[in-house]
């Protein structure tokens, strides 16, 4: 599951279109590399962050002033469906405020839903600062995992600048809440937090 963002409060507004394209570096704790939870190309209890590193292009359109639908994919077989409502705000207010929610498929077994708040403050025409809280379920299924999940909580914080070609930088941090079977899952997870490092550009 990809928990990047990119998203101020701030919707395109009707019938506009932008693309984000990103790099992105995320720290993962350590999983087995028999199951293929992560898929980690080397993986031992002694290591417990594997940076691993995935491209990824989001497709965002207004349908509404304040209403944008999108799909996003990257470098790792994922495939997401997005939408974002602004709750509070205009296109020129300073502050905005908005509500999101994604569903998608990681090939080969995983299914997921997230839901970000993204909060915005915006000096100028030029610039912006945003930070969105995250909750995140991935489900996973198979003859190697059974029927399991795990639950996500954390968030993205980032700025973006420029006009017609926007420059994006992100960090975000999560943990993992919760998982079904320890028997997948060899160390504490839900002590750890996942970092997650990207930059982009917006069209």
């Known amino acids: 599951m990809s928990l990047t963002g ?13 693309v984000l394209l990103s790099g992105n570096v995320y720290g993962t704790p350590y999983q087995s590399n028999e199951l293929g939870i992560f898929s980690p190309t080397t993986s031992t209890p002694n290591d417990p962050y594997l940076n691993w590193f995935n491209g990824e292009i989001q497709v965002h359109f207004g349908l509404s ?13 994922m495939l997401g469906l997005m939408s974002k409502y602004q709750l509070l705000g205009s296109k020129t207010s300073p502050w905005a405020v908005s509500i999101g929610a994604e569903l998608g498929y990681l090939f080969p077994t995983k299914l997921y839903v997230q839901v970000p708040l993204s909060f915005s403050y915006h000096p100028n025409e030029l610039t ?18 059974e029927t399991t999940h795990i639950d996500y909580i954390g968030g993205n914080m980032g700025f973006q600048t420029g006009k ?8 975000g941090l999560y943990r993992f809440s919760r998982f079904n079977d320890e028997k997948f ?15 982009g550009l917006i069209f």
Do not use: C
């Open 6 to 18: 990119y998203h101020t409060g701030r919707t395109n507004g009707k019938d506009e279109w932008k």
């Open 65 to 77: 002033e304040n209403f944008d639908i999108g799909v996003r994919g990257n470098s790792v077989f």
């Open 128 to 145: 912006s600062f945003y930070l969105s809280p995250r909750l995140a379920t991935e489900w996973h299924y198979g003859e190697l995992s």
């Open 164 to 171: 017609n070609v926007i420059f994006a930088a992100e960090l």
């Open 185 to 199: 899952f060899p160390d504490k997870l839900d002590e750890k937090v996942r970092p997650i490092f990207g930059i």
